[in-house]
């Protein structure tokens, strides 16, 4: 099975940093775009940034500049760099993956278990 681990997270004040790593395992052929989503309470869950396998990156409007997403395609692992964080940053953050599993599967988005962020003072 595949798995996708996010790691990281945690209580920073505004203005702060906080980076975020999530690791793919398990049967895995292959691996197109990688992105981290996140939801906060109450919201649905929203694109906070992708990042293709030849390293193409799209962000939210409300992280560009502040966040940088990157990826290692030996490790297959994704991570998400979180600078100047805002109180609004604050919200569970999602790993996410299209992963083809065996040269018989097709391709699906797998998912993280998520891992909380909070930003306060």
């Known amino acids: 099975q595949v798995q996708l681990v996010e790691s990281g997270g945690g209580l920073v004040q505004p203005g702060g940093s906080l980076r975020l790593s999530c690791a793919a395992s398990g049967s895995i052929l292959s691996i197109g775009v990688m992105g981290w989503y996140r939801q906060a309470p109450g919201k649905q869950r929203e694109l906070v940034a992708t990042?293709?396998?030849?390293?193409?990156?799209n962000y939210a409007d409300s992280v560009k500049g502040r966040f940088t997403i990157s990826r290692d395609n030996a490790k297959n692992t994704v991570n998400l760099q979180m600078n100047s964080l805002k109180p609004e940053d604050t919200s569970v953050y999602y790993c996410?993956?299209?992963?083809?599993?065996?040269?018989?599967?097709?391709?699906?988005?797998?998912w993280g278990q998520g891992t909380q962020v909070t930003v306060s003072s």
């Open positions: 996410a993956a299209d992963i083809r599993p065996t040269v018989v599967s097709g391709t699906r988005y797998y």
């Open positions: 990042i293709t396998s030849l390293g193409s990156t």
